[in-house]
C-alpha cells in the first residue's frame, strides 16, 4: 500500500496535451509535472492493483458514494474551466473493493451509497488525479465522494467521519489482498485569482496568492515531511479557516487515517501554484516501511 497526495487543477492536464483533451497548450506549471514524473517514476518500481481516490468535487451531501458500475466512458468538461479541460475519458472501476469498502464503513454506522447510475458524470478531481498519477488508465480505480462534513458541519466533524472512513479503508483492504495507491486528490492552500490570463499557461503571472497561504502550504509539508502526520489533523481546522484548504473536503485526512496515521516523513516530489493555489505532490511509501 501507498498513499498519495495528488493535487486536481485542470490546468495540469491541459498543459501536458494528452489525446483524450481537446484543448491545446503551451505547456506551463512545469514544477508541478515534474513533480508528478517523479512520483510516477517511484510508483513504477512497485506492483499495485487498484487506485483507490477520493475527490472533494464528487460532493454528495448524504453520506459517502461510491462508483459502482464497472465501467465509465464520457465526457468530462470542467464547470469552471471547459477552456481547459475537455477531458474523453474511459475507466474501469473496482466495484468489488468499493462494495467492500461500503460494506465495511456501513458496520461502523456510516451513511453510505453504491452509485449505480451507469450515465453518472464522473467528476474532473478524479479523472485529473489519476490522469497524473497513471496516464495509461489501465489500474480500476475505487472512486469515494467527499459527504462535505465540513460544509454542512464543521473540520472537527468533517474529520472525524473521515477516520472512520479511512479505517473501514483499510481494513476493508487488507481483507481483499490487494495491493492499493490511496490518493488524496486535493491541493493545500486553496485562495485562488478571480481573472484568468489571455494565455493561461503564461507562468509570468503564475505565483502564491499571499505570503500567509505560502506559509501554510510550507508548514504542512514540512510537518508531513517529518512524519507529523497526527499534528496535521490537529492543525486542520486552523489550516481550512486560515488557508481555505481544499482538505476541506476530506481528503487529506481519509488518507492518512487509511495508511495508519503515519509517523514516518513523505516524500516530496513537488510543489507548484496554479492560479495562485498551493500544491503538493507527495508519497507515502508504506509498502517499504517493515511495520506496515
Ligand atoms: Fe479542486
Same mark, same amino acid.
Given at each position: 500500500?501507498?498513499?498519495?497526495?495528488?493535487?486536481?487543477?485542470?490546468?495540469?492536464?491541459?498543459?501536458?496535451?494528452?489525446?483524450?483533451?481537446?484543448?491545446?497548450?503551451?505547456?506551463?506549471?512545469?514544477?508541478?509535472?515534474?513533480?508528478?514524473?517523479?512520483?510516477?517514476?517511484?510508483?513504477?518500481?512497485?506492483?499495485?492493483?487498484?487506485?483507490?481516490?477520493?475527490?472533494?468535487?464528487?460532493?454528495?451531501?448524504?453520506?459517502?458514494?461510491?462508483?459502482?458500475?464497472?465501467?465509465?466512458?464520457?465526457?468530462?468538461?470542467?464547470?469552471?474551466?471547459?477552456?481547459?479541460?475537455?477531458?474523453?475519458?474511459?475507466?474501469?472501476?473496482?466495484?468489488?473493493?468499493?462494495?467492500?469498502?461500503?460494506?465495511?464503513?456501513?458496520?461502523?454506522?456510516?451513511?453510505?451509497?453504491?452509485?449505480?447510475?451507469?450515465?453518472?458524470?464522473?467528476?474532473?478531481?478524479?479523472?485529473? @488525479?489519476?490522469?497524473? =498519477?497513471?496516464?495509461?488508465?489501465?489500474?480500476?480505480?475505487? #472512486? !469515494?465522494?467527499?459527504?462535505? +462534513?465540513? *460544509?454542512?458541519?464543521?473540520?472537527?466533524?468533517?474529520?472525524?467521519?473521515?477516520?472512520?472512513?479511512?479505517?473501514?479503508?483499510?481494513?476493508?483492504?487488507?481483507?481483499?489482498?490487494?495491493?492499493?495507491?490511496?490518493?488524496?486528490?486535493?491541493?493545500?492552500?486553496h485562495r485562488h485569482f478571480t481573472?484568468?490570463?489571455?494565455?493561461?499557461?503564461?507562468?509570468?503571472?503564475?505565483?502564491?496568492t499571499?505570503?500567509?497561504?505560502?506559509?501554510?502550504?510550507?508548514?504542512?509539508?514540512?510537518?508531513?515531511?517529518?512524519?507529523? @502526520?497526527?499534528?496535521? =489533523?490537529?492543525?486542520?481546522?486552523?489550516?481550512?479557516?486560515? #488557508? !481555505?484548504?481544499?482538505?476541506? +473536503?476530506? *481528503?487529506?485526512?481519509?488518507?492518512?487515517?487509511?495508511?495508519?496515521?503515519?509517523?514516518?516523513?513523505?516524500?516530496?516530489?513537488?510543489?507548484?501554484?496554479i492560479i495562485g493555489t498551493?500544491?503538493?505532490?507527495?508519497?507515502?511509501?508504506?509498502?517499504?516501511?517493515?511495520?506496515?
Open positions: 500500500m501507498a498513499g498519495l497526495l495528488a493535487p486536481h487543477p485542470p490546468h495540469l492536464v491541459y498543459a501536458e496535451n494528452p489525446e483524450q483533451n481537446e484543448p491545446s497548450s503551451e505547456g506551463g506549471w512545469e514544477q508541478l509535472r515534474w513533480g508528478y514524473e517523479r512520483l510516477r517514476e517511484s510508483l513504477s518500481e512497485i506492483d499495485y492493483d487498484c487506485l483507490v481516490i477520493l475527490s472533494p468535487h464528487w460532493q454528495t451531501y448524504v453520506g459517502t458514494h461510491f462508483l459502482g458500475v464497472e465501467n465509465f466512458k464520457s465526457l468530462s468538461v470542467d464547470p469552471v474551466f471547459p477552456n481547459l479541460f475537455r477531458f474523453h475519458y474511459d475507466m474501469k472501476i473496482d466495484v468489488e473493493l468499493a462494495q467492500a469498502i461500503h460494506d465495511e464503513a456501513q458496520g461502523q454506522g456510516m451513511s453510505v451509497k453504491m452509485m449505480e447510475n451507469p450515465d453518472f458524470r464522473v467528476d474532473y478531481g478524479t479523472i485529473t @488525479s489519476c490522469h497524473m =498519477v497513471r496516464p495509461q488508465w489501465d489500474k480500476p480505480i475505487v #472512486a !469515494i465522494s467527499s459527504n462535505r +462534513g465540513h *460544509a454542512y458541519y464543521s473540520v472537527e466533524v468533517m474529520q472525524e467521519m473521515m477516520l472512520e472512513l479511512g479505517r473501514a479503508t483499510r481494513k476493508a483492504i487488507e481483507d481483499s489482498g490487494k495491493r492499493c495507491v490511496l490518493i488524496a486528490s486535493n491541493s493545500l492552500s481573472t484568468e490570463s489571455a494565455v493561461p499557461e503564461d507562468m509570468s503571472v503564475e505565483h502564491i499571499s505570503h500567509a497561504m505560502h506559509l501554510w502550504d510550507m508548514r504542512i509539508i514540512e510537518l508531513l515531511r517529518a512524519g507529523k @502526520s497526527q499534528q496535521v =489533523v490537529n492543525e486542520m481546522p486552523e489550516f481550512v479557516e486560515q #488557508a !481555505i484548504a481544499e482538505a476541506d +473536503g476530506g *481528503a487529506l485526512t481519509w488518507m492518512l487515517s487509511a495508511i495508519g496515521m503515519p509517523e514516518h516523513g513523505a516524500i516530496l516530489h513537488g510543489y507548484g501554484t498551493g500544491n503538493a505532490i507527495m508519497e507515502w511509501p508504506c509498502h517499504a516501511w517493515s511495520d506496515a
